[in-house]
């Protein structure tokens, strides 16, 4: 057998291995993206299902931080009730120059 049969018989085995290689690589690339694809539907099927929930839970938010429903909730789940200003009693803050008079700042001085 001479160099060039032995060169040629050695190409023809190359090729002939290359071939299923290349069948198997092919198909092993197809079931990859195939499981890929399947994978990214799932995701964003999981995605749609997320953004739904969130739209649901920021009309919650909404509804319950208006003050009508607020109120509602408030006569009657806790039985509360708005009064009138007849009920009312407005305590005004004693003024700087009236605390010191008192000597409340005097004293605040003295323990320091």
Do not use: C
Not at 46 to 55: D, F, S
């Amino acid at each position: 057998m001479t160099a060039a049969a032995g060169r040629q018989r050695l190409l023809t085995i190359f090729v002939a291995l290359m071939i299923p290689m290349a069948v198997l690589m092919t198909t092993w690339s197809g079931l990859h993206r195939h499981l890929l694809a399947e994978e990214l539907q799932a995701l964003e099927h999981e995605q749609a299902a997320w953004l739904e929930q969130n739209k649901r839970l920021l009309t919650s938010i909404a509804i319950y931080r208006s003050p009508q429903r607020i109120a509602e909730l408030a006569e009657r789940d806790l039985g509360l009730a708005p009064i009138g200003a007849e009920h009312l009693t407005i305590v005004e803050p004693p003024a700087a120059a009236a605390i010191e008079h008192a000597g409340v700042v005097g004293q605040e001085a003295t323990a320091q």
